[in-house]
C-alpha cells in the first residue's frame, strides 16, 4: 500500500499570545458580569418592600399574586444559591486563617509584620462574606414569610370559590334560564359563521374548503385501517411475545391518534387561512380542535392497549367483555370531556349566566359519575379471591365518585366539576403507572431471557448465571419501578392543582441539603455519592472479571495467588469507593478518624473478635498458609478451601458441604495443608498376608501393580514395607508418591481391584482374623458340655 505522507502542522506565530488575550478577555468579562452581593442585597430587599406593599392589597388579582408567587420563589432560589456560592470561598478563609494559627497574647512576641497584614486581610474577607451569607439568609428568610402569606391568600380564595354555594341545578328555574342562553350561544356561533358566508365568498372559500375537509377525512380514515391491516395485528405463528404486543399497540396507538388529528388540524388551518371566522369563533375552534386531538390520543391508545376484538394482543391482563366495556366506557369520558371542554370556551366566549354555567358543570359533572362508576363495576374488574381487599377499594372509590353529583345537587356545582376531573385525572395516573411496571416488568424478562440472543448477550457480559439473572432482574424492576412511583407522586400535586413551581422549590430545597451541625447534606449530594459508591464498585468487579477470563489465564500464577490478588483488588476498590463517597458529602475524615477512635475504646471489646478475624484474613492473603484450591485439615473437618473472606474461610468438604471456620482459628490454631508446596502426595496402603504365603513374591506383585499405575510417581519410586507380624497375617505396607494428591481416594481404589486380582491370580492369600482357644476339660467334663 502508498503511503501517504502525514502534513506538519506549522506553529502559527502569536498564537500563544492571541490565547492569552481571549482567555484574559473572557476573565475580565466574567469579572465585570459578576454581580456586586451589597447590590444584590440591595435588590432583594427593595422587591421584598414592592411585594409586602403589593399583597398587602385586599383586592389583588389572582394573576398578580401567581407572579408575585413566582417572584418571591424566584428570590427564595437566587439567595440560596448565593449562599452556596460563598460558603466554599469562606472555608478557604477559613483553612487559611487555620494555617497561620491563634494570634500571639499580648506579652508573647509580636508576629511578623506580613503575617499581621495576612491575618487582617483574612479576617477582612470573612467578615465580608459572612455578611453576604446573613443578607441571603434575611432575605430568604423575609421572602419566605411573604410566600407564606401569599399562599395562605390563594389558598383561602380557592376554598371560597369551590365552596360557594350557588343555586342548586335541580331547580326548573335554573334550567329555564339556561336551555334558552345555550340555544342563544349555538345560534350566535351558527351567525358569526354565516355572516360571511356570501355567494362570493361560498365559491372561492368554502368549495374549496369543503372539499379538503372531504379529501382529508376520506384520506385519513381509510389509511389508518391501511396501515394498522398492514403493519398492526399481522399473523404470527405462536402466541405473540409481551414486547411484540407492546410495539404493536404503540405503533397503532400512533397511527390512530395522528392521523385524524393531522386531518383535523388541516381542516382548522384552512378555516384560519381563509379568516372566514372570527375571533370569537377561532378560539372556540382552537379549544374544539384541541379537544378533539386529546379525543384521538385516549382512544387510541386505550383501543391499542385494550385490543378488545384482538385478545391475543392485550397488554392488560382483563377479559374480553371487561375490555369491551372499559373501552367503551374511556372513549365515552374521552367524548365528555371533549364536549365540555368546548362548550365551556363558548361559554365564556358569549359570557355565559352562572345559571348556563351551573347546569353544564352539573349535567357533565353526572354523566362523568356515571362512567367512573361503570368503570369500577364488577363487569370490568370481577371478584378476584387472591385479592379479597380489592372489593373494599371499589366500595371506598364508588363512594367518592358519588360525592360528585351529590355536592352538585347541593349547590357546591364547581366542587363538583373539580372532583370529577380530578378523579378522572388521578385514574389515568393510575392506568398510566401500572401499565409502566407491567411494561418494565416483560422488557425486564425479555432483555435477561436466555433463550432470546440479546438475553444471552447480557448474561455473558456479565457473567450472570440462572440466580444472577434473577437478582439482577429484581434489583433492575425494583429501582425502575421506584423511580416510575417517585415521578407519579410528583405529577400527582400537580393533577390537584398544586403549582410546580412550589414543587420546583421543594425539591430544590432538598437537593439544596439541611445543615446538620457544621455539616451541609443535601440530596443531590447523597444521590452522587450513592452513585458513584455503587459504580466504583461495578467498576471493581468487571476488574476482577477481567482478570479471572482475560489476564490470568495467560499466567502461571496459581490459584491461590490469584484469588489473593483478587481479593486485595476487591478491598482496595471497596476502601475507594467508601472514601471518594464520604469526600462527595463533606465529611471531614479526621474528624471521622477521631470518632472511630472513641467509639473503638467503647466497643473495642465487643468487635475484638470480629477485628482479629478480619486482620487475620489479611495475613491469610498476604502470607498464604493456605490458599484457594488446597486441600487442608482442620480439626474433624477436611475439605478444599473454596474462599477466604472478611470473617471465615469457607471449606467444601468431600460430601459437598460448607464449613465456615473463623479466620483467627486458622492462624493461631493448628492446620495440615496437603498442597501448600505442590500438589504431589503419599498413599499409603495396609496389606496382610497369610502367613503360609510367600512375602517376597507379595513384594513384587505390588510393586509391579504400582509401577504400573500412571498416577504414581517413578520417582522416589514406590516401596513395600514389612511392618509386623500381626495375629493373624504378616502386615505388609504399600507406600508410593502421587502426582496429585488430590487423587489419593482414586488411587488407592485402583490399587486395591488390581491387588486383589493379581493375589488370587499368584495364589496369595489373605487371611481372616483367626485365633487358638484351648480349653483345660478332663474327657467327662468335655462330654458333658458338648
Known sequence: MPKHPIPRIHPIPGLPILLFLTISAAGLAQTADAPNPGLRAQEWQKSLDEAEKATAEPNIPDSKLADWRDRLLDLIAQAREAVHNVEPDIQTLRSDLEALGPAPAVDAAPEAANVVARRKELNAGIASLEGVVKEADLASVRAGRLLAEVKATQRTRFTGRILTRSPSPLSPAIWGKALPELGSALAALYHSLMDKATPTAILTIGRPLALGMTLATLLAFPLRAGLIRKFGYIVVEDAPTYMQRLWTALFTGLVRTLLPTAAALAVYLGLLYTDWPGEAVADVLRVGLLSLAALFFVTGFTRSALAPDQPDWRLVPIHDPGARTLNRTVTGLAILFALDHTLGELANQYDASVELVSTQKFVFGALISLALLRLVGRGVWPEDPARPGWNRVRYGLTLLIAAIPASAMLGYVALSRLLATQWVLTLGLYATVALLNRIVQEAVEHALNPASPQGQRLRTALALGEEGAEMLAFWAVGFIRCSILLLAALALPLLWGVPGKDIAAWLGNAFVGFKLGNL???????????????????????????????????????????????????????????????????????????????????????????VNNFVSGLILLVERPIKAGDWVVVGEYQGYVKKISVRATEISTFDRASVFIPNSSLISGTVMNRTYADKTGRVLLPIGLAYHSDPHQAR???????????????????????????????????????????????????????????????????????????????????????
Do not use: W
Open 520 to 610: 451541609n447534606l443535601s440530596l443531590g449530594e447523597i444521590l452522587v455519592a450513592l452513585l458513584s459508591f455503587t459504580g466504583l464498585l461495578l467498576a471493581t468487579r468487571m476488574l476482577q472479571k477481567t482478570l479471572d477470563q482475560r489476564i490470568f489465564p495467560k499466567t502461571r500464577l496459581d490459584q491461590g495467588i490469584r484469588n489473593s490478588i483478587r481479593s486485595g483488588l476487591g478491598y482496595a476498590g471497596f476502601s475507594l469507593a467508601l472514601v471518594i463517597a464520604v469526600s462527595i458529602l463533606g465529611l471531614d475524615l479526621s474528624n471521622l478518624a477521631m470518632i472511630a477512635g472513641a467509639l473503638s475504646v467503647g466497643i473495642g471489646f465487643g468487635l475484638q473478635n470480629i
Open 700 to 786: 513384587q506383585v505390588l510393586l509391579d501393580i504400582a509401577q504400573e499405575h500412571p498416577d504414581i510417581r517413578d520417582t522416589p519410586p514406590p516401596s513395600v514395607f514389612f511392618q509386623s507380624f500381626g495375629d493373624s497375617a504378616l502386615n505388609l505396607e504399600l507406600v508410593a508418591v502421587l502426582h496429585d494428591v488430590d487423587k489419593v481416594k482414586q488411587v488407592t481404589s485402583d490399587l486395591c481391584f488390581a491387588i486383589h486380582a493379581a493375589f488370587q491370580r499368584e495364589g496369595i492369600e489373605i487371611p481372616f482374623p483367626q485365633r487358638d482357644i484351648k480349653l483345660s476339660l478332663d474327657e467327662e467334663q468335655l462330654r458333658r458340655y458338648l
